[in-house]
C-alpha cells in the first residue's frame, strides 16, 4: 500500500506521470524548473520520497532519467 504524498510530492507524481506517458523522463533540472524551486537537491529529496512511499522506482540501473511509476494495487 503507498503512503500518502504532500502537495509538493503530488505536484511532483503529476508532472512525472505527464512526462511518463508521454514516454520521456525529464531531468532533474527540468522537474526543477516546473516546480518553481532553486535546487535539483530538493526535487531529489521528493523524488526518493516518491520511491520510499512506493509511487515510483528507479529502472534498471540508477541512472537520472531512469524512473519508473509504479501501478497502483
Known sequence: MRQ?????QQ???QM??????????PTRRELMRLMGVESTHAVNGHLQALVRK???RWGVAYRSRNLEL????
Open 4 to 8: 500518502p504524498l504532500t502537495g509538493r
Open 11 to 13: 505536484l511532483l507524481w
Open 16 to 25: 512525472l506521470e505527464w512526462r511518463l506517458r508521454e514516454g520521456r523522463c
Open 54 to 56: 512506493g509511487w515510483l
Open 70 to 73: 509504479v501501478p497502483s494495487a
